[in-house]
Nanobody, 127 residues
Framework: QVRLVESGGGLVQTGDSMTLSCAAS????????MGWFRQAPGKEREFVAT????????YYANDVKGRFTISRDNAKNTVDLQMDSLKPDDTAVYYC????????????????????WGQGTQVTVSS
């Protein structure tokens, strides 16, 4: 089973940028579709972004499209989420996730089942 550790969260102001990183260990992440979810207080965990195992395909939730960019470095077993033009509505705990099956389709990644999860990192955007 893979271990996922997020870093890079914190407190920023509206309009600022922030980069979250996810480091995978325990197995190579290069064959697995990975991505990010987030959960705001009192809300369900929701899909944010995903990147295919080879980095060629990405998908984003509509409310982050154009502001967030997901990338991966398979040599380092890391996945990053660059977040620009942050808004108070982006405030949430952000979770890194990996498909449990190799070569999964990124189209299906938004489903919360069959995932390995990190512990989450808090992102707070003040107005």
């Amino acid at each position: 089973q893979v271990r996922l550790v997020e870093s890079g969260g914190g407190l920023v102001q509206t309009g600022d940028s922030m980069t979250l990183s996810c480091a995978a260990s325990g197995r190579s992440s290069s064959a697995y579709t990975m991505g990010w979810f987030r959960q705001a207080p009192g809300k369900e965990r929701e899909f944010v972004a995903t990147i295919s195992w080879n980095g060629e395909v990405t998908y984003y939730a509509n409310d982050v499209k154009g502001r967030f960019t997901i990338s991966r470095d398979n040599a380092k077993n890391t996945v990053d989420l660059q977040m620009d033009s942050l808004k108070p509505d982006d405030t949430a705990v952000y979770y890194c996730a990996s498909d449990v099956r190799a070569y999964g389709s990124p189209i299906l990644f938004a489903q919360k089942t069959d995932k390995d999860w990190g512990q989450g990192t808090q992102v707070t955007v003040s107005s």
